[in-house]
């Protein structure tokens, strides 16, 4: 009997993802930074140095110049001690390039992630390589190039995505594609409407249905959405007005969508109606007088915070600024018309993650390793004292949350 080579991997990849989710070594934390627009300067490599990270999700436009090695020789190098996913952008395209140069850059992204750099990530690329999904820990990344492929059209990508993350059953997922749709800019573009999504099904409303993060790029800002419970006629979700806006909480349902596209290349300036949309939660651009074009950054997350598989912790960072960290909140996956996501930072947290030193109760005002838990209620500061001042909870300012809440 003869097997198909395509799918024996499959299998084994199954098994493979089984095997890990039943070790329970999914809810250890990793930190994985998020950009695109890099180019193959001095800055794209500050802005890697930022801080450490165990995988980086490139979201396109490499280097601008249609040398499809650059990036990957200059910034990524070959002794990388990280993971890497990476997407197409527009500056790879057929059209910018040639075609023997955009299939290289297919190849090349594709090499980086079927490397030995990337063993213990599980991928499944479509035909012509521009779509993939990955398993990586216990997170579902799936990549697409709509507008940017004229190998694989904008209804096969909406397919592949369906199919994924229907089929994902990771703790959490990512949708990472180059291009946006109209609401989802600030303005540079002001002639830009549906790029990804065209006058169909929304992309982003079917990454939403399943609680899927989205990440996109091409417009040089930082730019995160509140907490949306429709992308295709933007509708803010009603819980996320009841929170503080370093609160996210996702769910199958509601989502939200990052833009970080300034890894290094340039930064461009807002414009229009569109920087003004109520649904911006937080944004960065070049400024007025230009005062920030050359603060570069990232957005580094780390996901499963104190072993809790529901909750991640999000910094955006730059260089050449004397504030290094612009926007920092944290996500819940959590649905908010069942219970309070306070009540995530205890419930959340997997058996195998906590010590002995760590579920005991302190009585003496103290935390951590050698005094135990905080009472219910109270949070660990990053000295080791229980309160619930914002020094003591905080994650940008220190919190323990293996110690106590943070918020």
Request: hydrophobic share 25%; charged share 25%.
């Amino acid at each position: 009997m003869k097997f198909n080579k395509n799918y024996l991997y499959n299998l084994l990849f199954i098994a493979l993802n089984q095997f890990s989710k039943s070790q329970g070594s999914g809810t250890d934390e990793f930190t994985m930074t998020i950009h695109g627009d890099t180019g193959t300067g001095k800055e794209a490599t500050q802005v890697m140095n930022l801080r450490k990270f165990d995988a980086l999700l490139h979201l396109g436009d490499y280097d601008y110049e249609c040398k499809p090695d650059s990036y990957f020789d200059n910034i990524l190098k070959y002794n990388r001690d990280y993971k890497f996913f990476g997407i197409l952008g527009n500056h790879e395209t057929k059209q910018q390039c040639s075609e023997s140069k955009y299939y290289q850059y297919v190849n090349n992204i594709h090499y980086q992630m079927t490397n030995s750099k990337n063993k213990s990530t599980y991928c499944t690329f479509s035909s012509k390589k521009t779509m993939w999904s990955c398993a990586y820990r216990n997170m579902r990344i799936i990549g697409l190039s709509p507008a940017i492929s004229k190998d694989e059209k904008k209804d096969e990508q909406l397919k592949f995505l369906k199919k994924h993350l229907s089929s994902s059953k990771e703790d959490w997922k990512i949708c990472a594609w180059h291009y946006y749709d109209g609401y989802y800019h600030t303005g540079k573009y002001p002639s830009d409407e549906n790029i990804v999504s065209q006058n169909g099904e929304s992309f982003y409303d079917v990454c939403r249905e399943y609680g899927a993060i989205i990440f996109t790029a091409h417009d040089h800002v930082y730019a995160r959405t509140r907490v949306m419970s429709k992308f295709s006629h933007p509708k803010i979700d009603s819980y996320d007005y009841k929170t503080d806006s370093d609160i996210v909480q996702i769910y199958e349902g509601a989502t939200l969508n990052i833009l970080s596209a300034i890894g290094g290349y340039e930064i461009y300036s807002e414009g229009g109606k569109y920087k003004d949309y109520s649904h911006w939660q937080k944004k960065f651009a070049k400024g007025s007088h230009g005062e920030n074009e050359k603060k570069f950054g990232t957005l580094n997350c780390k996901f499963n915070v104190g072993g809790n598989n529901k909750k991640a912790y999000c910094e955006f960072l730059r260089i050449n600024s004397s504030s290094k960290v612009f926007d920092s909140f944290t996500i819940y996956r959590n649905d908010p018309s069942k219970r309070s996501y306070r009540d995530v930072d205890s419930s959340g947290k997997s058996s195998s993650s906590s010590s002995s030193s760590s579920s005991s109760s302190s009585s003496n005002g103290r935390c951590g390793s050698k005094y135990g838990k905080c009472p219910s209620g109270q949070c660990c500061s990053k000295y080791g004292y229980c309160g619930t001042s914002s020094s003591h909870c905080k994650l940008s300012r220190g919190c323990n949350s293996k110690y106590g809440l943070c918020k």
